[in-house]
């Protein structure tokens, strides 16, 4: 009797089963698939991550602060944008929040600046702003929160826009701006 080095047909076929179970039955083919979209860098602004707001007209000291916020982190995800337009930076942030002596009320909207530059460059090239709502609980003095999904188009050559920064900052004012300047990075 001669036996056949290669296993039967029978058995081929089944060894294969496990095989052709990953094919077919699904709509997305994996040639057609676009990789994972190419990611700018995403980074907070040191000098822009602090908030602290004081009553009108009182002066910044302990007992006229009425909220004391840092921006904690952020959330970012990278799309191509929808025909050939570049790609889709999808952004949320994340707040810490100390209610102040002076705050008489629940919530504050804490707005915040997204700016977009070139690596190395100080010029900004794009900025949208929006604002997050924190609310504090009754006696509640710490609060976090994060802000609604923000999506940043960054136009063009999707290998040009992924050199990119984006940079995330409360939007201050020159005021806010000096005393978290003379404070330095908490």
Known sequence: MI???????????????????????????ILTQRPQAPCPR??????????????EGARPDLAAMEVDARLTGFQARCDYAPRDAGLDVTLRVQVAAERGPASTGTTADLPYV???????ED???????????????????????QGEEM??????????????????????????LAANRRRGVR
């Open 42 to 55: 995403v980074a907070l602004l040191a000098e822009a991550v602090d908030l602290t707001r004081y009553r």
């Open 3 to 29: 036996r056949s080095a290669r296993p039967p047909a029978a058995l081929l076929a089944l060894l294969a089963l496990p095989l052709l179970a990953g094919c077919g039955g699904s709509r997305s083919n």
């Open 151 to 176: 999506v940043v188009r960054l136009p063009g050559d999707v290998r040009r826009a992924a050199e990119k920064v984006v940079l995330i900052g409360f939007q201050l004012t020159p005021e806010q």
């Open 123 to 145: 010029r900004v090239l794009n900025r949208g702003t929006d604002a997050v709502r924190i609310s504090f609980d009754r006696g509640e003095r710490r609060t976090s929160a």
């Open 114 to 120: 997204i700016g977009v530059t070139e690596e190395g």
